[in-house]
């Protein structure tokens, strides 16, 4: 079946630290994969997406790679802030992102000036 | 951008009474809108997709007489969870889509969720 593993949290880094956050997948098929930030008191915002192996999402300074070989798709940031504090999930879909989606358990970033 | 509103944000009750969560687009059509639902410390498990107009589809294990849902307008879903018990207590989301599947507005998006503590 499909699922997905990440990092488990709390992460608590200084500002313009290195962030990396691990996402493991599991899917038949080739899925599209998806990182997702929640900020306090807020609904779950897209922050990037791939839909093919190799492809690069990035946005806001964030980046993940879809590494098929090792079903991975890491979230990096190479200098956080602490408006980066969120909590962040990885997340799949077997077909494309307005069907199921399919998502890791969280991990919750706090970022200390 | 595009705009989910959830109310309320928080609700208790007692147990055996019944509570509706509303979830609205606020500056869009959402074709398909779903419903979630998340216990602490673990994953957004989708509960049912819905159609405007038609009915939802339950995820596996879901209890459709349970959790009733209706979308009656494009703009509109409601979850009503019926003779809420205890174990019902639990973080439900919502989200929206515009578009097609496959189109360049096939993104979901995502209400602040509802906090349901069932006494």
């Known amino acids: 079946g499909n699922s997905v593993t990440q990092m488990e949290g709390p992460v608590t880094l200084s500002e313009e630290a290195f962030l990396t956050i691990n996402c493991t997948y599991t899917?038949?098929?080739?899925?599209?994969l998806f990182w997702y930030v929640q900020y306090p008191g807020e609904g779950l915002q897209l922050l990037l997406k791939a839909t093919k192996a190799d492809d690069k999402g990035s946005n806001k300074g964030f980046e993940a790679t879809y590494r098929k070989e090792t079903t991975s798709f890491h979230l990096e940031k190479g200098s956080v802030q602490v408006s980066d504090s969120a909590v962040y999930f990885c997340a799949l879909s077997p077909y494309s992102s307005a069907s199921k989606i399919i998502f890791g358990s969280g991990t919750r970033l706090s970022i200390r000036p | 951008g595009a705009v989910v509103s959830q109310h309320p944000s928080w609700v208790i009750c007692k147990s055996g009474t019944s509570v509706k969560i509303e979830c609205r687009s606020l500056d869009f059509q959402a074709t398909t809108m779903f419903w979630y639902r998340q216990f602490p410390k673990q994953s957004l498990m989708l509960m049912a997709t819905?159609?405007?107009?038609?009915?939802?589809?339950?995820e596996q294990g879901v209890e459709k007489d349970k959790f009733l849902i209706n979308h009656a307008s494009l703009t509109l879903s409601t979850l009503t969870v019926t003779s809420a018990h205890p174990e019902d207590s639990s973080f439900y989301i919502c989200?929206?889509?515009?578009?097609?599947?496959?189109?360049?507005?096939?993104?979901?998006?995502f209400g602040a969720g509802t906090r349901l503590s069932v006494l």
């Open positions: 989200s929206a889509t515009r578009g097609a599947s496959g189109s360049s507005l096939d993104i979901q998006y």
């Open positions: 819905s159609n405007e107009g038609s009915k939802a589809t339950y």
């Open positions: 899917a038949t098929g080739y899925p599209s």
